[in-house]
């Protein structure tokens, strides 16, 4: 079964300085990858998707995520970080002929 | 208007009742999901349907029953809830395109069961 996993469930960092989110995958044939937000009592927006082609895909908001195949990762990063990309933030894959299945989140803290 | 509705956004409730969330979309999207969120736990998939006919269980399902009374209506019950069901209930569309695929989320229904 495919899944995703978040190693950190905190990540904190500076205004201004660049932040990265880890999320590694694990799945049978081509991997569909992607990445939500969830601001505090809100549902969860959708920030960007891997389905094929450039490595690199940009998405809202200023993030992109880097999908790597032979590290099995699709992390998601910002060069420069705002106070009001503090969220929840969560990777998932889409299991094929199912839904998305998540990751457990990673909160991000954007320190002024 | 929100292209994915949830109602009640809000409830509590005793043990053992019997509890409907409902969810309706407006998005002309084929598929519906149903999420659960606990802290630390992320989301996990309950039920999801890919059209009115089609149902199917996910991760945690028992416990719980759906319903697809319509395209746009695909609903949540709790026949008899507990406490340990106490959490953040999402439900989502998408459309049916492997290309397309993004999934879109409701804002939430908190259920708190006592």
């Known amino acids: 079964a495919q899944s995703v996993a978040q190693p950190e469930d905190q990540v904190n960092v500076a205004e201004g300085n660049p932040l990265t989110v880890k999320c590694t995958y694990s799945?049978?044939?081509?991997?569909?990858l992607f990445w939500y937000v969830q601001y505090p009592n809100r549902g969860l927006q959708f920030l960007l998707k891997?389905?094929?082609?450039?490595?690199l895909v940009k998405g809202s908001y200023g993030f992109e995520a880097e999908f790597n195949k032979s590290q099995t990762s699709f992390h998601l990063k910002k060069p420069s970080a705002l106070v009001s990309d503090s969220a929840l933030y969560f990777c998932a894959v889409l299991q094929a002929g199912t839904a998305l299945i998540f990751g457990k989140g990673t909160t991000l803290s954007v320190s002024s | 208007d929100a292209d994915v509705t949830q109602t009640p956004r809000n409830r509590i409730t005793k043990t053992g009742k019997r509890i409907m969330l409902e969810c309706s979309q407006t998005?002309?999207?084929?598929?519906m999901y149903w999420y659960r969120q606990d802290p630390g736990l992320g989301l996990r998939l309950i039920y999801y349907?890919?059209?009115?006919?089609?149902?199917n269980k996910g991760e945690i399902s028992d416990g719980y029953s759906v319903s697809r009374q319509a395209q746009a209506k695909f609903s949540l019950s709790l026949e008899s809830a507990i406490p340990n069901q106490t959490a953040l209930y999402f439900c989502?569309?998408?459309?049916?395109?492997?290309?397309?695929?993004?999934?879109?989320f409701g804002e939430g229904s908190w259920l708190t069961v006592v």
């Open positions: 799945v049978s044939g081509n991997p569909y």
């Open positions: 998005k002309g999207h084929d598929r």
């Open positions: 349907s890919f059209d009115v006919k089609d149902i």
């Open positions: 989502a569309t998408s459309d049916s395109s492997l290309t397309g695929n993004t999934i879109y």
């Open positions: 891997y389905i094929t082609g450039d490595n």
